[in-house]
């Protein structure tokens, strides 16, 4: 497999949306479509350029998953459906230690019980809980740190 880590690449921004939305999709299940097109919105117009990030790639260049990171805070780690289960969410994590030490945050939705689950089995351990997201929305987040 001739798979890469690479930084955000302009030319693939279309690409990391539609990978973000159809994983939302799939996994973000306690959104209603109001709240999935407000997000889209934002991943669209300034999320992916205010946060540093990186882009797994496959052997034919197109991106498979990203993460963003803000110092060591994961901001979003998403993987298109098609390649779930494959280890890039893990590979992804693994990059971010590289760069910023093993002291690595994350936020999660309480009601992403999956992204929850990778999360722990990577060893985050939750330190923290919110009622409300970051945009002020009633979705409970739960605060992870990696031990």
């Known amino acids: 497999m001739l798979n890469k880590i690479v930084p955000y690449r302009e030319k693939d921004h279309d690409k990391l949306v539609d990978i973000w939305y159809r994983a939302v999709r799939l996994t ?13 919105h934002l991943v669209q117009t300034e999320a992916l350029t205010g946060v540093e990030i990186w882009m797994e790639i496959n052997e034919n260049e197109v991106p498979t998953g990203f993460i963003g990171l803000d110092e060591s805070k994961i901001e979003m780690l998403f993987v298109d459906p098609n390649y779930h289960g494959q280890g890039i969410g893990t590979r992804l994590i693994k990059h971010a230690e590289n760069l910023k030490g093993s002291h690595l945050k994350v936020d999660v939705n309480e009601q992403n019980e999956g992204a929850h689950a990778f999360y722990q089995r990577y060893g985050f351990v939750q330190t923290g809980r919110s009622e409300l997201d970051g945009t002020g929305r009633p979705f409970p987040i739960l605060h992870l740190e990696l031990e």
Request: hydrophobic share 40%; net charge negative.
């Open 28 to 40: 973000h299940t306690f959104l209603t479509e109001e709240d999935i097109e407000f997000f889209h």
